[in-house]
């Protein structure tokens, strides 16, 4: 109601709104025709159903009722196949040329639109961007032109206080105009370009600077984080969204109301804020909290809301209005909100936008050329037509503005030829001409043209038309190719890294496992990408990238964290090895040269380590815990690699402690189940039972954080016969629904030498009316070899009982031979370096391990076993059962289908 209110008082507002309608129905129509005359793709589909339903809303509130009702029959008969998706058939294909036919055809309602009154409209035939109301849809990246003035110097952490500022010879241009006079004549009296730069560099003030001022690699790195705010609801998708923003280098405002977003808001401003669906009805209030920092920022503020429900055009449009970046219905889970954020990500920090302008007259070409480079966009003007195909492949545009007549060539028969080229067959081709004759205009169209502007034309309204096909163009090319993994090989994404650091954690021995997590910083990074560009620091940040995926194992897991940052997992690795890996990367980056011959350029890295036997079991907290090590290694008495050590914190071990007595009194523990999978075609349900402990916030304790404080607080013997009487009670209920289920359940040493053990659990035996055989019991190797006299005899009880036994953390030597000599167990599970990328010694000792295992009778398990590679590896060499992500993750559930997997 407010935009057509608006609108009624504005009869500017109605002429601009209202120009526009035939142009924009025009772009819908050439659009649909190149859809169904290629390749059928659903993300174009989609974009123009909701480009149409938007169009429609228009429409509707200009008074234009015909077109509106043809443009909704367009954006149904689209519908029709995107939901659910499917591919057209040639009578849907004929459907929706039908309704194009109608948007497109010379008795389109869109050429009538409402009556208007006639008015000035400026002096480029338009209202005025200030009399419309449209915003500016493009703006140059952050800081771009006080690179290039001395009235403005970008501004310098106390990091860079010491670099050397660029000379004073790269600071002679004025910053940019927001409107230029066109030229009516053949020289334009205001509107002169910038000067053309020098070949071949494109950017040379950035050059000149980064010759001039190479960075020190002295250890001062430069951690410009990127702040985010998410106003969440606490639930588990949140905590995920919370857990790999910050493993993408954002530190997080978490702000209960919107109250304290404004708090917020008023003292910092964010890159990132994220509202969660149960916020829906307060999405105006919080936009224009971020419209007003974006207007005292010199930054962009992403806005991203997220629905919990399905929402009609009402609410899309509330969410647009209020100046959400991105409006996300229903998302499935964290990496759905996270990768449209990379989208939006990757659109603000992309290249320039690169246009290519084909005009004759040289006066005209100069005016769009300046307009276009005083906004941040390299352009190459083209004079002549016969040139044209010969500049393409070395610009590589992403847009074309297209002069119509031309001699030799005409614009229509270029935009044929250069439609030819399959390169070229989406890259936006924009006539600007001052041919007034409509004919000629589809005819351009038609020839394979996008858009047909006319001049004289507002250097805005030319800014706006430009910016937004060259923001579509780049986001379907994005969507066409999904980057899982960045450009250089072995790098992986930071949710994928995050998500994997979780399932690490979770493990029953994740506090004394080897492997750890590793925090790599680029020094000086912020001066470096001041000093070069950010273009020129992209690359330079790839052939790191590729430097350091180069120097990793097959096991460790790399991700880019950030800009100038690395998240590096590896899950094998003792401490010392970790800290010699990481000294090795930092002598391969000061060693190897990056820059070009003529200025070369040294880097260096810090690094700090967090070791998974000293993590506090929660991805975020090591996540930080490393990056602190980071900050240590960079300090001017740092060594460059710093190793978390392991320290007590008191009141965060009271608060465990605390937990699980409340847990016990309440019952309130919880048990997930991991499936147990046989290699050779047996069926038997077998699964790792695990406990976990929620809390009344987001946290969920695993076995690895409670283990060690109920044993310190005395409290691990009730723990462990909680966990068994569970597991009980979960058997017989499969019991009575005809199922047989075998439960693997882990005992701490000090249970195992519990004397009133063995009758607690013939009790719960018989109270259950269980087989014995249904549960296996698990011993820790490490601890059967330290009391093996009384492990011996606590099998032998057991035995008698009939319940099974498991020996976990097998290694092949005297100790583990003389483990299998006395203890009487079922299974046994191999120490996970067997499950690592082993070299072919330790393949020849896990075949040997196995044989050993089978001559005595006992079935070996593989735990840990994340990659298909490595099951197949086990596999040959005898391995009965695996166990691990692989599978399937621990879940509440007993349901997964053993059937399935053996055959």
């Known amino acids: 109601m407010q935009v057509r209110e608006s609108i009624a008082r504005r009869p500017r507002s109605r002429v601009a709104y209202a120009t526009q309608i035939p142009m924009r129905i025009g772009d819908l129509c050439q659009r649909g025709k190149h859809l169904c005359q290629g390749d059928w793709d659903i993300n174009t589909a989609l974009l123009l159903a909701e480009d149409a339903e938007a169009l429609a ?42 309704h194009l036919a109608k948007l497109g ?20 035939g338009y209202a005025a961007a200030e009399a419309n109301g449209f915003p500016l849809l493009v703006r140059p990246p952050a800081e771009y032109w006080q690179r290039f003035s001395t009235l403005a110097p970008p501004r310098r952490s106390a990091a860079d ?46 050059a000149a600077v980064a010759a001039a001022s190479p960075p020190s690699t002295d ?25 790999q923003l910050r493993a993408q280098g954002y530190e997080l405002d978490l702000p209960d109301s919107v109250d304290e977003l404004k708090d917020l808001l008023s003292r910092s401003t964010p890159a990132l804020v994220v509202l969660d669906g149960i916020y829906e009805e307060a999405i105006e209030e919080v936009g224009a909290l971020v419209k007003a920092a974006r207007a005292r920022a010199d930054q962009r503020v992403l806005l991203i809301a997220l629905s ?85 492949d070395e610009f590589k545009p992403d847009l074309i503005l297209m002069d119509l007549n031309m001699p030799v060539c005409d614009g229509m028969e270029l935009t044929a030829l250069i439609r030819e080229r399959e390169a070229y067959l989406s890259t936006p081709i924009v006539f600007l001409s001052g041919e007034g004759d409509t004919d000629k205009h589809f005819e351009a169209l038609s020839a394979g043209g ?160 967090c070791p998974f036997a000293v993590a506090a079991g929660d991805a975020k907290a090591m996540i930080d815990a490393a990056e602190r090590a980071q900050l240590e290694a960079a300090a001017p008495d740092g060594s460059g690699v710093v190793v978390v050590e392991a320290s007590v914190d008191e009141g965060a071990q009271g608060a465990v402690v605390e937990a699980i007595r409340v847990a016990l009194d309440k019952s309130s523990f919880r048990v997930v189940f991991q499936p147990i999978v046989s290699l050779h075609g047996e ?147 191999l120490a996970p370096r067997y499950t690592s990328d082993a070299d072919e010694n330790l393949r020849s000792e896990l075949r040997e391990l196995v044989k050993l295992c089978h001559d005595s009778g006992r079935r070996v398990i593989a735990p840990r076993v994340e990659e298909a590679r490595v099951a197949a590896s086990l596999w040959a060499s005898g391995i009965d059962l695996i166990q691990g992500n692989f599978v399937q993750q621990a879940t509440r559930e007993t349901n997964y289908d053993f059937q399935t997997s053996s055959g």
């Not at 015909?66 to 057209?88: Q, T, V």
């Not at 055809?105 to 480029?124: C, I, N, Q, R, V």
């Not at 206080?161 to 230029?180: C, F, M, R, V």
């Open 450 to 609: 996008d858009d047909f502007l006319t001049k004289p034309i507002a250097p805005r309204h030319l800014i706006t038309a430009v910016t937004s096909r060259v923001r579509r163009a780049r986001l379907l090319e994005r969507k066409r190719k999904p980057a899982i993994r960045e450009a250089a090989k072995g790098v992986h994404d930071s949710a994928q890294l995050a998500r994997r650091l979780t399932e690490m954690l979770a493990m029953e021995d994740a506090a004394t496992r080897d492997g750890g997590l590793m925090f790599i910083e680029l020094v000086r990074a912020g001066s470096l990408r001041d000093s070069i560009g950010r273009s020129e620091f992209r690359q330079l940040m790839d052939r790191l990238t590729a430097l350091i995926s180069e120097r990793i194992g097959a096991n460790d897991l790399l991700a880019r964290s950030g800009d100038s940052s690395y998240l590096l997992l590896n899950p094998d690795r003792s401490v010392e090895a970790l800290r010699e890996q990481a000294e090795r990367l930092r002598q391969a980056v000061a060693t190897t040269p990056f820059g070009t011959a003529r200025a070369p350029r040294s880097l260096g890295v810090v690094i700090g380590i």
């Open 105 to 124: 055809g010379a008795d389109s309602p869109a050429a009538a639109g409402p009556a208007h009154t006639t008015e000035d409209t400026s002096l480029f």
């Open 308 to 392: 919990e429900q399905k929402t009609d055009l009402a609410a899309r449009l509330r969410a647009m209005r209020a100046g959400c970046d991105a409006f996300i219905v229903q998302p499935a889970n964290a990496d759905e909100v996270l990768g449209r954020l990379r989208e939006l990500s990757a659109a603000e920090n992309a290249d320039p936008f690169r246009i290519m302008i084909v005009e004759d007259d040289r006066s005209q070409a100069l005016f769009a050329e300046s307009i276009l480079r005083k906004n941040g966009m390299q352009a190459l003007a083209v004079n002549e037509a016969s040139a044209v195909l010969d500049k393409l």
């Open 57 to 98: 809303s228009t429409c509707h509130l200009l008074g234009n009722a015909k077109a509106a009702s043809r443009l909704e029959d367009f954006a149904e008969c689209l519908w029709g196949l995107l939901d659910p998706p499917r591919l057209p058939d040639a009578e849907a294909l004929a459907d929706i040329q039908r």
């Open 683 to 829: 069926e038997e349900e077998q699964f790792q039972a695990l406990l976990r402990l929620p809390t009344d916030g987001e946290r969920v304790y695993a076995a690895s954080e409670l283990v060690p404080a109920a044993e310190g607080a005395g409290l691990i013997v009730e723990v462990d016969r909680w966990m068994l009487d569970s597991c009980l009670g979960t058997i017989a209920a499969h019991l009575r629904d005809g199922r047989n289920l075998r439960l693997f359940v882990s005992q701490s040493a000090r249970s195992v030498r519990d004397p009133g053990l063995v009758e607690w659990m013939r009790a719960a035996l018989e109270s259950h009316r269980v087989p014995a055989s249904h549960m296996s019991l698990e011993m820790r190797m490490l601890d059967a070899a330290e009391a093996l006299p009384e492990y011996a005899a606590f099998a032998m009880a057991m035995k008698e009982l009939g319940v099974g036994l498991t020996l976990s953390g097998l290694e092949a030597g005297a100790q583990g031979t003389a483990m299998l000599l006395n203890l009487p167990v079922d299974y046994v599970k």
């Open 161 to 206: 206080a010491a670099a050397p500022s660029p000379p004073e010879s790269l600071a002679a241009a004025a910053p940019p105009a927001t409107d230029l006079a066109p030229a009516s004549s053949p020289a334009p009296a205001k509107a002169t370009p910038p000067p053309p730069p020098p070949a071949p560099s494109p950017a040379p003030a950035a």
């Open 219 to 243: 250890i001062v790195p430069e951690r410009a984080h990127r702040r985010a705010c998410h106003m969440s609801d606490g639930g588990t998708m949140a905590a995920e969204i919370d857990l």
